[in-house]
């Protein structure tokens, strides 16, 4: 059980969560006025962009 746990690479604290950033609108609507429809698939993309996040801190890490 201890093997899985994870803990913050810069403060140590095991006060981590995982967080899942979601559809980035901002991304997604500034890439569309630049870009046009491919813009709008890179602010799709970020939303699969899935990081750690320590509580004690605030580190953000992949
Ligand atoms: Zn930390």
Redesign the pocket.
């Known amino acids: 059980m201890e093997g899985k746990e994870v803990r ?1 690479p ?4 095991p006060s981590v969560t995982l967080q899942n950033k979601g559809y980035d609108v901002g991304t997604g609507c500034c890439g569309w006025a630049l870009l046009g429809p491919i813009g709008m698939l890179c602010g799709m993309l970020n939303a699969y962009d899935k990081h750690k996040e ?1 509580m ?4 953000r890490w992949k």
Do not use: V
């Open positions: 913050c810069k403060c140590g604290s320590c004690s801190c605030g580190h």
